[in-house]
């Protein structure tokens, strides 16, 4: 009797951190949703099936990356290109894991590993939010409800999208192409306010593909360039900041 009311103990404090895990995870999946159908539409307009987005959405789990992909995919840039591109944009998740995986000092590596293969910007902030339940028993299934919430809810988004892409009329269709350029204008904002020499290294990375692309290089390679070496050039553009400060 003993052993069945531990067992049944630990049962409901798994289920409970699963519940307090989706529930964090929530605000996540409302802010997905929207963007997840509007990828699947874009990824839809270039030729892409429904399964090669969604399974798209299932290996990359990155929303920057996977529009950036779409819009390269759009002009007929080459896959050495695209990787290359999103790798460069997505780097910051390799510092985001070490961040994450210090974090959780509490908790055995082999469940940590995992947990690092969901993170986003979204994920990573909102687990930051809650780092007493890294110190809690069974603080592991809160952070992986947390980020299967977050992830099931972009990956079925894409689906979705590409399902309304193949139905949607022809001209609605089209108009969401600007989605794209609103999604990264959207990611750039935040950071200009913050520190407007951010806006400077923008503009160089433009000015960088239009010159790379003047000269006759191809368009996928002319963004590799300009991501390359105007992030590259804001090491010393905000570095001189931080000295000044």
Not at 81 to 93: K, P, Q, Y
Not at 124 to 130: E, G, K, V
Not at 218 to 242: C, H, N, R, Y
Request: glycine share 10%; charged share 15%.
């Amino acid at each position: 009797m003993e052993s069945q009311a531990i067992s049944t103990t630990a049962s409901s404090t798994r289920l409970h951190m699963i519940k307090r895990g989706m529930i964090a995870g929530f605000p996540i999946m409302l802010g997905y949703l929207p963007i997840a159908l509007t990828y699947g539409v874009l990824a839809s307009r270039t030729g892409m099936t429904n399964l090669e987005l969604t399974l798209m959405s299932v290996l990359v789990f990155a929303g920057a990356a996977q529009f950036l992909a779409v819009g390269m995919v759009a002009t007929g840039t080459g896959i050495i290109e695209i990787i290359i591109a999103t790798f460069v944009l997505n780097f910051r998740h390799f510092v985001m894991s070490l961040s994450f995986v210090n974090r959780l000092k509490g908790m055995a590596l082999r469940a940590k590993l995992p947990l690092t293969l969901g993170l986003t910007d979204e994920t990573f902030t909102m687990s930051a939010l809650y780092k007493d339940e890294a110190k809690e028993k069974y603080g592991s299934l809160f952070y992986a409800s947390l980020i299967l919430t977050a992830y099931l809810s972009w990956v079925g988004g894409s689906y979705l999208g590409g399902v309304l892409g193949d139905v949607m009329p022809a001209r609605l269709n089209d108009s969401m192409g600007v989605a794209l350029y609103a999604m990264f204008i959207g990611l750039l904002i935040p950071s200009v306010k913050k520190d407007f020499k951010i806006a400077g290294i923008a503009v160089l990375a433009m000015l960088i593909n239009f010159i790379c692309q003047f000269w006759g290089m191809s368009q996928g390679w002319a963004i590799v360039a300009g991501t390359v070496l105007a992030g590259f050039s804001g090491i010393w553009i905000l570095e001189d900041e931080e000295v000044a400060e």
